[in-house]
């Protein structure tokens, strides 16, 4: 069966630190993968997703990067976090073989900018 | 034009009554895939029901059902008796075809509430 990573669980970091949250993926060969951001009482914003290593599209321009080192893995990064980069962090996948193929998803890195 | 959309921000039900969340979609794609998922205060996203564009018949897990009406572009989600567990936010999401991409597209989501 396949499973999803997400760490850290929890970050807190002053504004202008750097950032890096991994996420791999388990049970699963060259999936699709996402990086969601969530506000507080609000729905998903889309930030990148990627088809295949070193292949990443960004949806939002702004301080956050993305990189796919390893099939299974996606990290997102920041030179210097803002106060607006607090939210909730999601990570996902879903097949690449089908366009109606699930979407599952990480446990989350709650991460908050002070 | 909103690819999902979500028009009731909070819903509540009592405990062991039935409830519709709504969600009306949009798309040219012949091809696509709908989905529901929940998200406790605890944050995770939990999929809950999947209805393809062709499926002939309504998706059905457990006490969740899906009332896909395609003419009318909506896929609703019903919780049958439902449980102060259900007590989350649900999510409609949607993907589209090999044609449309691989992204899903998220509505804003519904705060269910079950009042004992």
């Known amino acids: 069966s396949q499973t999803i990573h997400q760490w850290p669980a929890t970050l807190v970091q002053p504004v202008g630190s750097p950032l890096s949250l991994e996420c791999t993926v388990e049970?699963?060969?060259?999936?699709?993968l996402y990086w969601y951001r969530q506000a507080a009482g609000r729905g998903l914003q889309l930030l990148f997703y990627?088809?295949?290593?070193?292949?990443i599209s960004s949806e939002v321009p702004q301080n956050l990067s993305a990189s796919r080192p390893q099939d299974r893995q996606f990290i997102l990064s920041s030179k210097k976090l803002l106060l607006s980069d607090s939210g909730f962090y999601l990570c996902a996948w879903s097949r690449a073989a089908s366009g109606t193929d699930t979407q599952y998803f990480g446990p989350g890195t709650r991460l908050t900018v002070l | 034009a909103q690819k999902i959309t979500q028009t009731q921000p909070g819903m509540f039900v009592q405990e062991k009554e039935a409830v519709t969340l709504d969600c009306t979609y949009d798309?040219?794609?012949?091809?696509?895939?709908l989905f529901w998922y929940k998200q406790p205060s605890s944050g995770e996203m939990i999929f809950l029901i999947y209805?393809?564009?062709?499926?002939?018949q309504n998706a059905t897990e457990g006490r969740y059902s899906l009332n896909f009406q395609k003419a009318r572009k909506s896929a609703n989600l019903v919780i049958s008796a439902s449980q102060l567990g259900d007590s989350a936010m649900y999510f409609c999401a949607m993907r589209e075809g090999p044609e449309g991409g691989n992204q899903f597209y998220f509505g804003t989501g519904t705060s269910l509430t079950v009042i004992p």
């Open positions: 049970g699963t060969s060259n999936p699709n």
């Open positions: 798309t040219s794609d012949p091809s696509y895939g």
């Open positions: 209805q393809g564009s062709y499926d002939q």
């Open positions: 990627s088809v295949g290593i070193g292949q």
